[in-house]
């Protein structure tokens, strides 16, 4: 056997993040170095450069990230030092050390103002501040970096998610019912979400077969937020109503696109793995919890 690949993993205990440093830890492929916040403050340069050409890593997957949309608006330094500039000094510092350089990205983005799923080779076109620094942490990243795989994903729910992290929609969904509280979800807004222990898999298998450029990874199909919701506590086994409500009904401070819905059009091209539908992952992450 090979000699494994070293591994460095930024943001391991987030909700992606804790599930590939599950995933990769228990594989002889790799050795993993989990790097939390505690251990790499991406927002410094210097640090990020000290701590990753320490070793001689050879992938390092930069899965840290501003994440909260609506803050975004507000936070815009925040999410463009983050999502944008921290990933161009990951970047850099994989390229210094002939490193394979991973980025995680969004479905934000799109403009989401179509019926049909965006592919890889569809042109982004952001609309909220969130998506506008996602994308420009792609750039830079296949700017600088000579060897790099952009992964993006949507709609993430996770282990880490429903603990460490201040819950997710699932378990927000489970919460509300439980509780008795009454739950108003969007129906017009359309998306594909994706299980991190499902993206995790893929990115491992990519990985092994040298994929680089852009690659969607999200589960297959797509749904409404509505629709998810009652997949939700229907595999929950809890009968509990869902008012559907009308996005215009409930107004945020960042716009959402309206079907950011995401499929691949070059997994099968690359690899035999395929990221099964939503709705199995989901009785999967239900069945598991």
């Not at 228990?26 to 340069?45: E, G, N």
């Not at 080779?121 to 952001?126: G, L």
Request: with cysteine; charged share 20%; hydrophobic share 40%.
């Amino acid at each position: 056997m090979s000699n494994p690949l070293k591994v460095a993993l930024i943001g391991s205990n987030g909700q992606l993040g804790s599930d590939i440093a599950s995933h990769f830890s228990q594989s002889a492929r790799y050795q993993l170095t989990a790097l939390t916040r505690a251990d790499i403050d991406i927002r410094k340069a210097d640090e990020v450069a000290r701590v990753l050409t320490s070793q001689k890593f050879d992938v390092v997957i930069n899965s840290a990230a501003y994440v909260r949309v609506d803050d975004c608006e507000q936070e815009v330094e925040t999410a463009f030092n983050v999502n944008a500039i921290s990933a161009l000094e990951v970047a850099r510092a994989c390229r210094d050390i002939g490193a394979f350089c991973v980025y995680i990205s969004s479905d934000y983005v799109f403009r989401g103002d179509r019926p049909d799923p965006y592919t890889e080779s569809d042109i982004p076109a952001p609309i909220n501040i969130y998506g506008t620094s996602k994308l420009t942490g792609e750039y830079l990243v296949r700017q600088t970096a000579p060897r790099s795989l952009i992964l993006r994903i949507s709609s993430v729910f996770g282990k880490a998610g429903a603990s460490g992290k201040g819950g997710n929609f699932v378990e927000t969904m489970i919460k509300k019912a439980k509780a008795g509280e009454p739950i108003k979800v969007v129906n017009d807004i359309f998306m594909s979400p994706t299980y991190t222990y499902d993206a995790a898999r893929l990115l491992d298998a990519l990985l092994q077969e040298g994929a680089s450029g852009i690659m969607h990874g999200a589960n297959a199909g797509s749904c409404s937020w509505h629709e998810f919701a009652s997949q939700v506590l229907r595999l929950a086994n809890i009968q509990y109503p869902i008012e559907a409500i009308p996005a215009l009904a409930f107004p945020t401070k960042a716009t959402r696109p309206m079907n950011s819905a995401i499929i691949s059009d070059r997994l099968a091209d690359i690899s035999t793995f395929k990221m099964r539908p939503w709705q199995e992952a989901l009785a999967a992450y239900i069945q598991a919890r």
